[in-house]
């Protein structure tokens, strides 16, 4: 793997363009969690998502990191599968928290991921072990920087003036 520019202006139209999987993954993954917490989360549309991900694209230093775990999961595969199972959860779960952002964001996106990875079933038998990491990834870790949980809408009380 050769990284460039051009290669992180590649993955980023490619997660672009992954938004007709992505987005609903991540609004199924807010109603079940929304659930589980008796709170109403707000859908996340396609709109936004892809102005995330411009965002997420626009800071270089996390962008070429951001592309090269992606573009990784892309073509991991293990034969057997097995074998494989901790080497593409360690790569999902860094790229989940790295998209989140910084604690406690990069927390929940690490454990959304695990969640969304164990709900997440791709419907291509032929795509590679990784690639329903990636997607549980993408999933967890915008769902996590995107506005729609009432806890990051309003001020902490544990802030200190």
Do not use: K
């Amino acid at each position: 793997m050769h990284v460039t520019p051009s290669f992180v202006a590649s993955e980023r139209e490619w997660t672009r363009n992954r938004a007709d999987v992505i987005v609903p993954l991540i609004n199924r993954v807010r109603d079940d969690l929304g659930a589980v917490f008796e709170t109403e989360v707000d859908h996340v549309t396609r709109a936004a998502y892809r102005t995330e991900v411009d965002l997420v694209f626009a800071d270089g230093d996390r962008a070429v990191n951001v592309a090269t775990l992606i573009a990784l999961l892309r073509d991991l595969d293990v034969e057997g599968d097995y074998p494989g199972f901790v080497v593409d959860e360690l790569l999902g779960r860094e790229l989940a928290g790295m998209i989140a952002g910084t604690q406690p964001f990069r927390l929940l996106g690490e454990a959304t991921f695990h969640y969304a990875d164990v709900t997440h079933h791709p419907d291509d038998p032929d795509d590679h072990a990784g690639v329903d990491d990636l997607d549980a990834a993408l999933a967890a870790g915008f769902q996590t920087r995107l506005p729609g949980w009432n806890w990051t809408e309003s001020r902490s009380p544990f802030s200190v003036e």
